[in-house]
């Protein structure tokens, strides 16, 4: 039963963020929408990156990102510790700023893109090394593809 309130309260949520269509004018990048832990330092550090690279981010802090992930249709594969939404796609974990603006400007048949798991190096994940990593596309059915080398 708890689980269902706890779909039945962020579905609308998430569907929110994902539909909006508001636009930053300053930047000309749809506002993105940011689920993330309240306690996860990386993900602040990828939000504030964000920003710095012209987007207008709207932090929505979660005890459990399950419900969104499962809506979102990432896959656990997948998955990182924060999943976002900006015209209309889904961006999960450290991408790069540069992959979020390609895909809003190319406008691709996918869900969404992610950089799996937490790699070093990326986005708000800085540290002593720099781990080579993948982003990723993916689709409706889970089906992923590269999108672009780090």
């Given at each position: 039963m708890k689980k269902s309130i706890v779909s039945a309260v962020t579905a609308p949520l998430f569907l929110v963020g994902l539909m909006a269509t508001t636009t930053s004018y300053a930047a000309e990048l749809p506002v993105m929408?940011?689920?993330k832990s309240p306690t996860c330092?990386?993900?602040?550090?990828w939000v504030n990156y964000m920003r710095k690279q012209g987007f207008e981010v709207k932090a929505q802090d979660m005890?459990?990102?399950?419900?969104?992930?499962s809506i979102s249709g990432v896959k656990r594969e997948f998955a990182s510790c924060h999943t976002?939404?900006?015209?209309?796609?889904?961006v999960e974990g450290?991408?790069?700023?540069?992959d979020v603006k390609r895909i809003l400007a190319e406008k691709p048949e996918a869900k969404g893109i992610t950089a799996p798991g937490m790699p070093m190096g990326s986005p708000g994940?800085?540290?002593p090394r720099k781990d080579k990593y993948q982003v990723l596309t993916f689709d409706e059915?889970?089906?992923?593809?590269?999108?672009a080398n780090h």
């Open positions: 929408t940011v689920y330092r990386c993900c602040t550090k005890k459990d990102l399950k419900s969104i992930k976002a939404t900006v015209g209309g796609y889904i450290h991408v790069p700023a540069a994940m800085e540290g059915k889970g089906i992923s593809g590269v999108y």
